[in-house]
């Protein structure tokens, strides 16, 4: 009750000041993992932008679709992104139908609606944290460690006929655009730091050793 009189009484106070009332409910961890998914989410409408421009051929697939299009419909989805032109498949479901020699679909989409859906996995498909919500480090390090595993399929993996699925860095042999890698490296970087964030919260060890050898997606421990 001494609580619920402390907030009312903070009310006034919070309005003249600017602070958001939600965020009361909010522990420091909370208000960092909110700007981590909010990158996140701006990561992935980044890297939707930049493979449809290099790999516009699959943007066609889709009479009259644009880039915006598919951005409106990752914007509108705000919790998981269950699709059926992709037969509701998410995460590494949906991921490893962009590399599937047999998808006539748009692997762009089903790349970016894997990824994104795979973060928002890790966040417990949750738009910003509060205090009775918990992070799970082991989940946020596998989904590091599966973006890692994507950018080695989008260098490496390739159809029957020897060409990429899809282009990014490289082009007819040439390493010509490295900025996929520093943005991939980017959405890395935030999910092993938000790993080791709420393991020093929960006073839990994040050690981060599952080291991809089979190079494969690895579903999250959740």
Not at 4 to 16: I, N, Q, S, T
Not at 60 to 79: C, F, N
Not at 101 to 111: E, H, N, S, T
Not at 157 to 182: C, M, W
Request: hydrophobic share 45%.
């Amino acid at each position: 009750m001494r609580t619920l009189f402390f907030l009312l009484a903070l009310l006034p106070l919070v309005a003249c000041s600017g602070y958001e009332i939600k965020n009361l409910a909010k522990s420091d961890v909370d208000l960092v993992a909110d700007e981590f998914i909010d990158e996140t989410r701006a990561a992935v409408r980044m890297l939707t932008v930049k493979l449809y421009l290099r790999n516009p051929a699959e943007l066609r697939k889709i009479p009259g679709m644009t880039i915006e299009g598919r951005l409106a419909q990752l914007r509108v989805h705000r919790h998981q992104l269950d699709f059926p032109e992709l037969q509701g498949l998410q995460g590494i479901d949906a991921m490893n139908l962009a590399f599937d020699p047999q998808y006539k679909g748009d692997r762009v989409f089903a790349l970016v609606i894997g990824l994104g859906s795979m973060l928002r996995e890790a966040y417990s498909f949750k738009t910003e944290m509060f205090i009775h919500n918990q992070l799970q480090p082991e989940v946020l390090n596998t989904s590091a460690e599966n973006v890692e595993v994507l950018l080695w399929k989008l260098k490496n993996a390739r159809k029957p006929n020897g060409e990429h699925y899809l282009i990014t860095h490289e082009y007819q042999g040439v390493v010509d655009n490295l900025s996929f890698e520093r943005l991939f490296g980017e959405l890395i970087i935030l999910q092993k730091m938000m790993a080791r964030i709420a393991g020093d919260s929960s006073d839990r060890a994040v050690t981060g050793a599952v080291h991809v050898v089979s190079r494969v997606f690895i579903p999250l421990p959740i």
